[in-house]
């Protein structure tokens, strides 16, 4: 018993200098302003991105930022565009993707979560687009990453090794 007291003892004495030290020291890297778009995407564009992320090196983030910016100059929606406010000062709600809820055999497969942080500018730009087209977040998202993917060339599905143009 003794054992276990001296080992509490001396962990609450290294939390207890823990934040003392924490206290006293500045914080030196700053919060970036990015929020999380938290949605659901096919599992076939999950299987695109990824390859799109091997491809191009850019990351999640930077795709899913990409294909955003690319679909709202599409819109026509500006960079400096900001959602109209209540009249309490508080940000609209975006409008919902409708849930498709169907019946399914148990091996298909399910949509994938995925959460890349976007700019405020972008997320500002999206809660217009979702007012402006009267559709939600994730129907723009999957748009807009399917329009992005074909533009760069990202195939629907991977090649088989071993076939392609210049396999017999």
């Given at each position: 018993?003794?054992?276990?007291?001296?080992?509490?003892?001396?962990?609450?004495?290294?939390?207890?200098?823990?934040?003392?030290?924490?206290?006293?020291?500045?914080?030196?890297?700053?919060?970036?302003?990015?929020?999380?778009?938290?949605?659901?995407?096919?599992?076939?564009?999950?299987?695109?991105?990824?390859?799109?992320?091997?491809?191009?090196?850019?990351?999640?983030?930077?795709?899913?930022?990409?294909?955003?910016?690319?679909y709202?100059?599409?819109?026509?929606?500006?960079?400096?565009?900001?959602?109209?406010?209540?009249?309490?000062?508080?940000?609209?709600?975006?409008?919902?993707?409708?849930?498709?809820?169907?019946?399914?055999?148990?091996?298909?497969?399910?949509?994938?979560?995925?959460g890349?942080?976007?700019?405020?500018?972008?997320?500002?730009?999206?809660?217009?687009?979702?007012?402006?087209?009267?559709?939600?977040?994730?129907?723009?998202l999957?748009?807009?990453?399917?329009?992005?993917?074909?533009?760069?060339?990202?195939?629907?599905?991977?090649?088989?090794?071993?076939?392609g143009?210049?396999?017999?």
């Amino acid at each position: 018993m003794a054992r276990s007291t001296q080992t509490a003892a001396a962990r609450k004495a290294l939390v207890k200098q823990a934040e003392q030290q924490a206290a006293s020291r500045p914080r030196t890297k700053t919060r970036q302003d990015k929020p999380t778009l938290a949605v659901r995407i096919s599992y076939h564009t999950n299987e695109r991105l990824t390859f799109a992320n091997e491809k191009t090196g850019l990351g999640i983030s930077g795709i899913v930022e990409a294909a955003l910016v690319d679909y709202f100059e599409f819109l026509g929606i500006p960079d400096d565009a900001e959602p109209p406010r209540s009249p309490d000062g508080t940000r609209p709600k975006r409008e919902r993707s409708v849930k498709k809820r169907t019946r399914r055999a148990a091996e298909e497969v399910d949509d994938v979560a995925i959460g890349p942080r976007i700019t405020r500018q972008t997320d500002n730009r999206l809660t217009v687009a979702c007012l402006d087209t009267a559709t939600g977040p994730v129907d723009i998202l999957e748009t807009a990453l399917k329009a992005w993917l074909r533009k760069r060339g990202i195939p629907l599905y991977p090649r088989t090794p071993g076939t392609g143009p210049d396999q017999p």
